[in-house]
């Protein structure tokens, strides 16, 4: 990965900072904190964030980052005074704003191919998402994002999303970027969190099957597939079972049928009612420490930089008090009966290691619903990550299923003739 600004490159790789080609020697600190900035120029690092990043938790003093930021402001031509590339935001913290483009090729290799300039994970594809907002029946405001073109594909929100965050985020991007070049993608933030309203009165199972109805009336969807993740997939079994005649397809990844209270597990039971008193005592610090624990078991095999970006969503998505309000909905789910009255073709994708939602929950949905293709993929990931080896049947699977869509409109139009 080379980053490519004024004179500068940064070759992440071998960890080498060039200025018009010739090697800059900066402490390994300096480096990093370069690094950590570019990669986050779409927003404010914070100074807590730096020091959890370069330092690792290790206590310094504000002084010392600030001291390492001057010093890699140096490095690359800037100043305190100038700020043309690093800008500091007052009592917030430090931003890159420096244009990158894409490098020439390997040094010393002019034939060599160019390798691609890391950017925010949805900034090279051209998209932009629109968003809206609908009004469900008790007044409750979603937020609704549609991007792309082609077959409507909605994911049904889960615990917990952000419609902005996460369409720039190395955890969710991927996935979505991907479908949205195929596919009309819609997706909406859940009451109480992101950018829909936050005082919510109803957290339910209900309001939440509710929710889903409201945004694809809204939207006037006749007929659409339909994504479940995780808390979404019993969202959209109950939707699909109550109007079948509106869904192509469905898709249930990482998904069950059955909350951490319905289980009947009492460890499941006992870790729930854990993470639920961590929530109340350190969601919303600075210290990420209580919001790692759900990042760790949703993500194990992240990288640092997705653990960092999963953390933020947590914190950026919903308050203490509505992220613990919607696990105790969670936990009450049991749409077990549901599954056998499922009549719409179902793709259900689960990784054999998950340890959010044990695989034997993917296995009871595929055996539950009619003719229903389960998909194992090898990851210990509940959410998978575009560099692990199980992406690629994840997207491929998915994609195929969805293609199904498509080839059947065409031979239908076909079939139909002309137009009169």
């Not at 980052?65 to 917030?92: E, F, H, K, N």
Request: charge should be neutral; proline fraction near 5%; aromatic fraction near 6%.
């Amino acid at each position: 990965m080379i980053f490519v600004f004024g004179d500068c490159e940064i070759d992440c790789d071998r960890r080498e900072l060039r200025r018009d080609g010739a090697p800059i020697r900066v402490e390994p600190q300096v480096f990093d904190v370069l690094v950590q900035l570019i990669r986050h120029r779409n927003r404010v690092v914070s100074k807590d964030e730096l020091m959890q990043a370069v330092w690792e938790g290790r206590v310094v003093s504000e002084d010392t980052v600030t001291s390492r930021v001057g010093a890699a402001r140096r490095a690359i031509g800037d100043s305190g005074g100038r700020q043309q590339l690093i800008r500091t935001v007052p009592r917030r913290g430090f931003r890159f704003v420096g244009e990158l483009r894409e490098p020439a090729g390997e040094p010393g290799n002019t034939a060599a191919a160019a390798p691609s300039v890391a950017r925010p994970p949805a900034a090279d594809t051209g998209m932009q998402q629109q968003i809206t907002f609908c009004r469900a029946s008790d007044g409750v405001h979603l937020a609704v994002a549609s991007v792309g073109s082609g077959s409507p594909l909605v994911k049904t929100a889960n615990w917990l999303n952000h419609l902005e965050f996460d369409w720039h985020s190395p955890v969710w991007s991927p996935l979505f970027t991907r479908l949205a070049a195929r596919c009309r993608l819609i997706r909406y933030d859940e009451r109480g969190t992101g950018l829909s309203s936050r005082d919510v009165p109803d957290f339910s199972f209900e309001a939440f099957v509710h929710d889903l109805e409201t945004v694809v009336d809204e939207l006037r969807l006749d007929r659409f597939a339909l994504l479940g993740v995780s808390q979404g997939a019993p969202v959209s079994i109950a939707y699909a079972v109550r109007h079948p005649e509106r869904v192509s397809r469905l898709i249930l990844s990482g998904g069950f049928a059955l909350g951490w209270r319905k289980r009947g597990n009492a460890a499941d039971v006992a870790r729930a009612e854990a993470s639920i008193v961590l929530i109340r005592d350190g969601w919303g610090r600075d210290n990420p420490a209580s919001r790692q624990m759900f990042t760790s078991l949703i993500v194990p095999d992240a990288t640092l930089e997705e653990m960092r970006w999963f953390n933020d969503l947590e914190r950026e998505s919903a308050s203490a008090e509505t992220a613990v309000r919607l696990l105790h909905v969670i936990g009450d789910i049991d749409v077990v009966d549901l599954l056998p009255r499922v009549c719409v073709p179902t793709l259900v994708l689960h990784g054999r290691g998950d340890a959010r939602v044990p695989f034997e929950h993917g296995l009871m949905l595929a055996r539950g619903i009619p003719n229903a293709r389960l998909v194992a993929l090898e990851s210990k990931n509940h959410l998978i990550l575009s560099h692990e080896p199980a992406w690629r049947d994840y997207v491929n699977e998915l994609c195929g299923f969805l293609d199904k869509i498509d080839r059947r409109a065409e031979a239908a139009s076909a079939a139909a003739g002309p137009a009169a």
